[in-house]
């Protein structure tokens, strides 16, 4: 157990539906980072917050955002979806160094 | 552009005998880089990592060696067992950023 929660673990929806996906970072890591992994693919890196604030920005589709909480929680909206955004969607926390990776939510675009 | 590469996609070893998974990058301001190992259903679990002023690091039965002349690294698992079955990815960190950026994975079997 890494001790990043992500929920939910399983999610399916439509083409052109919004969708949000949460992640709690292990207790006292201020850094949160999103990625994304479609099939056969590696991890793609999206976004990372440290503290409430964007620090990183990576292969980011402006249909999606995210942000970081005041309790450090952040969230990943996914918006007008295709069948392509069908993927692992990984978030991560990180004090210094490592990440240490959640057990990722799974969705699927029908 | 994929700045780190894995070009194999998979690998099978032996039970007992060393398995070496190798990783190539691209950007030579990378100057962290990290191997994690992931399940099926589960997240990427670090394993081992090595700092651009290290070329060796060792962890029990993982060492890693960095070559930045050639920006490579490999990883060694040295007794390979069943239980080191899984997808292994590289990352590198680029300097000053917080950007770690993986490979697309080795699946490695060590077979009984």
């Known amino acids: 157990d890494s001790g990043v929660t992500q929920t939910p673990k399983h999610l399916i929806t439509a083409t052109g539906q919004r969708v949000t996906l949460r992640c709690s970072p292990r207790?006292?890591?201020?850094?949160v980072y999103w990625y994304q992994q479609s099939l056969d693919q590696g991890l793609q890196f999206l976004i990372q917050?440290?503290?409430?604030?964007?620090?990183a920005k990576g292969n980011i589709l402006e249909r999606f955002s995210a942000q970081q909480f005041p309790d450090l929680h952040s969230e990943l909206n996914l918006s007008s979806l295709e069948l392509g955004d069908s993927a692992l969607y990984f978030c991560?926390?990180?004090?210094?160094?490592?990440?240490?990776f959640g057990e990722g939510s799974r969705l699927t675009v029908l | 552009d994929q700045q780190v590469k894995q070009n194999s996609p998979s690998l099978s070893v032996q039970e007992g005998r060393i398995s070496i998974l190798n990783c190539d990058y691209t950007?030579?301001?990378?100057?962290?880089f990290l191997w994690y190992k992931k399940y099926p259903a589960e997240g990427p679990t670090f394993l081992i990592s090595?700092?651009?002023?290290?070329d060796k690091n060792e962890d029990g039965r993982f060492t890693v060696f960095l070559n930045k002349s050639a920006k490579h690294l490999s990883l060694h698992i040295v007794p390979s067992q069943p239980g080191d079955s899984a997808v292994y990815f590289c990352?590198?960190?680029?300097?000053?950023?917080?950007?770690?950026?993986f490979g697309t994975g080795t699946r490695l079997k060590v077979l009984a």
């Open positions: 991560a926390s990180s004090k210094t160094g490592e990440l240490f």
């Open positions: 207790s006292g890591d201020l850094s």
């Open positions: 917050y440290y503290n409430g604030e964007e620090r």
């Open positions: 950007n030579s301001m990378f100057d962290y």
């Open positions: 090595i700092s651009s002023i290290k």
């Open positions: 990352a590198a960190l680029l300097s000053g950023t917080y950007k770690y950026i």
